[in-house]
């Protein structure tokens, strides 16, 4: 996965502290917006500021099941509740700037909501034969732009008394490594996200006193994304032209990610009815435009959250298409965006030209030449009779 630095544009709504949805995420977004315990950001700040203990978390479920045999994960249907940050912080629970730890605890007999005050949590004996297993969840939706092939989430994960599975919309990730207590132990979920809604669990086993979960970005500025959407777009500056006009196509590529793609290529051919074509070229972001802009094909880099346009103006012929398709191949760290492919098109209409006069003199068969011939020699003899 790449890891970039860019303006957060991601999340596309803002909600009260206190409040669950289920965000937005582009591959401009950070993994870290996933992080346990924070409070989201309002764009365009690019991460949330960590909870205090003991409150609701915005985007983080959870659901306890008491049994050694656990839906491993549970559905949604399920009674999934709003997760809340722990009530009070082990000494042995690794603490982090960015993230806070979640536990599935209530209030306690004094009222206060913990997680690890012995004969105050659970009505039980402590440790427990059979486990508490708390499940955590977090759903996210994709930006329509997003193929879900190249969402790749590389999260650090610990868990009281052990984190033991993850699962990416019902799909058990493996390998998996347990991770109890402290941090370092992290995995590159990469697979099995879909259009539209995503849903992530992480199952915990808990066999008495401290319970919690917590997860975090294993890198900082880093992308959801292994690799950057780049949209194609494509325009004509008329519907339809007259022969002689001047015509103006457009071709606009944009990065929609974090990410920095390499040999980014582009092929768009002349129309046939199109003559004295120029090329020019503009950059957004990052971008340098190639020198000179045309001829096509072009290769070039594009870093992520930059932009490349490029303008073709010719003389319309009126006697060819003036059709016109310009490809894109994405290069290292790109992708072609969902929302457009890899082509864009335009078919403007043309008057056509008049086709060119033909001013020969007709040929004459021998048939038409014996019979002028005959007229002439008439014509001498009517004339040699009034003489």
Same mark, same amino acid.
């Given at each position: 996965? +790449? +890891?970039?630095?860019?303006?957060?544009?991601?999340?596309?709504?803002?909600?009260?502290?206190?409040?669950?949805?289920?965000?937005?995420?582009?591959?401009?977004?950070?993994?870290?917006?996933?992080? %346990?315990?924070?409070?989201?950001? #309002?764009?365009?700040?690019? $991460?949330?500021?960590?909870?205090?203990?003991?409150?609701?978390?915005?985007? &983080?479920?959870?659901?306890?099941?008491? %049994?050694?045999?656990?839906?491993?994960?549970?559905?949604?249907?399920?009674?999934?509740?709003?997760?809340?940050?722990?009530?009070?912080?082990?000494?042995?629970?690794? %603490?982090?700037?960015?993230?806070?730890?979640?536990?599935?605890?209530?209030?306690? !007999?004094?009222?206060?909501?913990?997680?690890?005050?012995?004969?105050?949590? &659970?009505?039980?004996?402590?440790?427990?034969?059979?486990?508490? #297993?708390?499940?955590?969840?977090?759903?996210?939706?994709? /930006?329509?732009?997003?193929?879900?092939?190249?969402?790749?989430?590389?999260?650090?994960?610990?868990?009281?008394?052990?984190?033991?599975? /993850?699962?990416?919309?019902?799909?058990?990730?493996?390998?998996?490594?347990?991770?109890?207590?402290?941090?370092? @132990?992290?995995?590159?979920?990469?697979?099995?996200?879909?259009?539209?809604?995503?849903?992530?669990?992480?199952?915990?086993?808990?066999?008495?006193?401290?319970?919690?979960?917590?997860?975090?970005?294993?890198?900082? $500025?880093?992308?959801?994304?292994?690799?950057?959407?780049?949209?194609?777009? +494509?325009?004509?500056?008329?519907?339809?032209?007259?022969?002689?006009?001047?015509? %103006?196509?457009?071709?606009?590529?944009?990065?929609?990610?974090?990410?920095?793609? @390499?040999?980014?290529?582009?092929?768009?051919?002349?129309?046939?009815?199109?003559?004295?074509?120029?090329?020019?070229?503009?950059?957004?972001?990052?971008?340098?435009?190639?020198?000179?802009?045309?001829?096509?094909?072009? !290769?070039?880099?594009?870093? $992520?959250?930059?932009?490349?346009?490029?303008?073709? !103006?010719?003389?319309?012929?009126?006697?060819?298409?003036?059709?016109?398709?310009?490809?894109?191949?994405?290069?290292?760290?790109?992708?072609?965006?969902?929302?457009?492919?890899?082509?864009?098109?335009?078919?403007?209409?043309?008057?056509? /030209?008049?086709?060119?006069?033909?001013?020969?003199?007709?040929?004459?068969?021998?048939?038409?030449?014996?019979?002028?011939?005959? /007229?002439?020699?008439?014509?001498?003899?009517?004339?040699?009779?009034?003489?």
């Amino acid at each position: 996965m +790449k +890891k970039q630095c860019g303006v957060f544009l991601g999340i596309v709504l803002a909600w009260p502290v206190g409040a669950q949805t289920i965000p937005t995420l582009s591959c401009q977004s950070l993994t870290s917006l996933l992080n %346990t315990g924070i409070a989201q950001p #309002i764009p365009p700040a690019t $991460g949330g500021t960590k909870l205090g203990l003991d409150e609701l978390d915005p985007i &983080w479920s959870k659901f306890q099941e008491y %049994t050694t045999t656990p839906l491993l994960p549970p559905s949604d249907a399920e009674a999934w509740t709003q997760a809340r940050t722990a009530g009070t912080i082990e000494s042995s629970w690794s %603490t982090f700037a960015d993230a806070q730890w979640l536990s599935p605890g209530g209030r306690s !007999t004094t009222g206060t909501y913990n997680q690890s005050w012995p004969g105050n949590w &659970w009505p039980r004996p402590n440790p427990s034969p059979i486990p508490f #297993i708390n499940h955590y969840r977090v759903q996210f939706n994709l /930006a329509p732009e997003v193929p879900p092939s190249v969402v790749a989430l590389d999260l650090e994960y610990m868990g009281d008394d052990s984190a033991v599975a /993850a699962f990416v919309n019902g799909t058990q990730q493996l390998p998996f490594t347990p991770s109890g207590f402290s941090g370092g @132990i992290h995995a590159n979920f990469n697979s099995g996200w879909v259009s539209g809604t995503n849903t992530l669990v992480f199952s915990t086993s808990d066999t008495g006193w401290a319970a919690g979960f917590l997860a975090r970005a294993h890198l900082s $500025g880093q992308s959801i994304c292994s690799s950057s959407p780049i949209s194609i777009t +494509k325009t004509a500056n008329q519907n339809h032209y007259e022969p002689g006009q001047l015509a %103006t196509y457009t071709v606009t590529l944009t990065s929609l990610g974090l990410a920095d793609a @390499i040999g980014v290529s582009l092929a768009d051919p002349v129309p046939g009815g199109l003559s004295n074509p120029v090329w020019a070229c503009s950059a957004t972001g990052a971008a340098v435009c190639p020198s000179p802009a045309g001829p096509m094909p072009k !290769t070039f880099d594009m870093p $992520g959250n930059s932009s490349l346009s490029f303008t073709l !103006t010719g003389t319309v012929t009126g006697r060819a298409t003036l059709d016109n398709t310009a490809t894109l191949t994405p290069g290292d760290g790109g992708v072609c965006a969902a929302t457009t492919g890899c082509t864009a098109s335009v078919a403007p209409t043309y008057s056509a /030209a008049p086709a060119p006069s033909n001013h020969a003199v007709p040929s004459l068969t021998s048939w038409s030449l014996a019979v002028l011939a005959a /007229a002439l020699g008439l014509l001498g003899w009517k004339r040699r009779r009034t003489v």
